[in-house]
């Protein structure tokens, strides 16, 4: 720009120093018409090249440092000027009504979606985004969390009722035979036991005991005395084994009456359970206790520091943001611009803010310009306007030099012929 507007002042300049060479050449020239023609062509070329570089000088300063009147207007008139560009902006260029207009014809969500769009597979995003993700988990205090998913997870179990969950548990015993299973588990205990010597024995000399203890009169006592006399412990305990392990036998058999009749009883009082009000009423109580003497705590802090330490761990690996991240925030995006009223209630949110912004601050613009204004002294701020616009004004004095010596030809050529 400077370079630019150095050349076309050269090029004023040039232009006068003609008009003025050819006006002092053409004067010790033998007098002629076309002497007179072309000397008056440079004199008006002269004098019209000197009234402008005259009128384009005072615009920024006094010509030739003499302080002639109504010069150097743009110094003199820093302020008037400054407040006229200011008005010109608010008033006239960047009024509210022309900025609301420009913003509702523009589609805000289509550009930045479309810019959004791009930048989700940079580099700078996807660190940036797996930074954050790990910043938000580091963040997380498992301490302050661990007494509310305590409470919740209290809260939670305690507003469970019995009565929902304890026929399902019935008819799932009753569906998978666990009743069966349970008698089959207690008689081979059973059996377990009375396979034992020692049970054996302690069977004989509980029997001899009771014997031993039975009081009876007459023929009862000595036969009794005659039969303990007969069989001792051992003996007495091999026969009390012998039936206790034939009875066990005897319900292992899956048609055995006995067994079956068993089993109708245990599945009768298991049916009888579901309407019993009393049960329920004692195990939502024994569950209410148990609830509230659990400390949890510190077994949930633990899980939630294992949690938090696992995902650190899933955030780390080079596949997280491709897999997972990117897709999620793709499937977002295309959700939302399918969405034609989210779309339009999300153009409207952008638009009303950005509207209200500048409601707010429109007068900020011109007073903006005005500080950047009054940052530069005058000489700085005459230099750019004549750094800006002195090409076009220096072409004013080549065009004032040149239409002068032009319309002097004319001039004197129409004087000459009349």
């Known amino acids: 720009m400077t370079g630019t507007k150095g050349?076309?002042?050269?090029?004023?300049?040039?232009?006068?120093?003609?008009?003025?060479?050819?006006?002092?050449?053409?004067?010790?020239?033998?007098?002629?018409?076309?002497?007179?023609?072309?000397?008056?062509?440079?004199?008006?070329?002269?004098?019209?090249?000197?009234?402008?570089?005259?009128?384009?000088?005072?615009?920024?300063?006094?010509?030739?440092?003499?302080?002639?009147?109504?010069?150097?207007?743009?110094?003199?008139?820093?302020?008037?000027i400054i407040g006229k560009i200011i008005a010109m902006l608010e008033n006239d260029w960047l009024t509210k009504e022309s900025i609301r207009e420009?913003?509702?014809?523009?589609?805000?969500?289509?550009?930045?979606?479309?810019?959004?769009?791009?930048?989700?597979?940079?580099?700078?995003?996807?660190?940036?985004?797996?930074?954050?993700?790990?910043?938000?988990?580091?963040?997380?205090?498992?301490?302050?969390?661990?007494?509310?998913?305590?409470?919740e997870l209290k809260t939670h179990l305690n507003s469970l009722d019995i009565k929902d969950y304890i026929p399902l548990l019935i008819d799932q015993i009753s569906l998978r035979k666990y009743d069966e299973k349970a008698l089959d588990l207690f008689i081979a205990e059973v059996d377990e036991w009375a396979k034992k010597d020692t049970t054996k024995y302690r069977l004989g000399g509980m029997a001899v005991d009771m014997i031993e203890n039975i009081k009876v009169?007459?023929?009862?006592?000595?036969?009794?005395?005659?039969?303990?006399?007969?069989?001792?412990?051992?003996?007495?305990?091999?026969?009390?084994?012998?039936?206790i392990l034939k009875g066990i036998d005897s319900f292992r058999d899956p048609f055995n009456q006995n067994r079956q009749t068993l089993l109708i009883h245990i599945h009768q009082k298991l049916e009888s359970i579901k309407s019993d009000e009393k049960v329920y009423l004692e195990l939502n109580q024994f569950k209410s206790q148990l609830i509230e003497n659990w400390q949890a705590e510190e077994k949930i802090n633990e899980l939630l520091s294992q949690i938090r330490q696992k995902a650190l761990e899933f955030v780390e690996e080079p596949d997280f943001y491709a897999e997972y991240v990117l897709p999620f925030i793709k499937d977002y995006l295309s959700d939302l611009i399918s969405d034609k009223d989210k779309m339009d209630q999300l153009e409207s949110w952008i638009k009303s803010h950005i509207t209200g912004f500048i409601d707010k601050n429109h007068a900020k613009v011109g007073q903006l310009v005005k500080e950047n204004l009054d940052k530069l002294d005058t000489k700085t701020l005459v230099t750019m306007i004549e750094t800006n616009v002195g090409k076009d004004l220096q072409w004013i004095r080549v065009?004032?030099?040149?239409?002068?010596?032009?319309i002097g030809l004319v001039l004197v050529g129409i004087k000459a012929i009349f």
Do not use: Y
């Not at 597979?121 to 993700?133: E, I």
């Open 7 to 80: 050349n076309s002042k050269h090029l004023a300049t040039i232009s006068l120093i003609v008009m003025a060479v050819g006006f002092l050449a053409t004067i010790p020239l033998p007098p002629s018409i076309w002497k007179t023609i072309f000397q008056g062509g440079f004199e008006a070329g002269l004098v019209g090249g000197l009234a402008d570089w005259f009128a384009v000088t005072a615009l920024f300063r006094q010509p030739l440092g003499v302080p002639i009147p109504h010069t150097a207007l743009l110094p003199k008139n820093r302020e008037k």
């Open 102 to 151: 420009k913003i509702g014809g523009f589609r805000f969500t289509d550009k930045i979606f479309a810019v959004v769009n791009q930048e989700i597979h940079s580099d700078a995003v996807k660190q940036s985004l797996t930074g954050l993700t790990k910043h938000l988990i580091t963040m997380i205090n498992v301490n302050k969390l661990a007494p509310i998913v305590e409470k």
């Open 217 to 243: 009169d007459g023929f009862m006592q000595i036969a009794l005395r005659s039969f303990s006399n007969l069989i001792n412990e051992e003996k007495l305990g091999s026969m009390i084994q012998n039936l």
């Open 399 to 406: 065009n004032g030099a040149v239409c002068g010596f032009l």
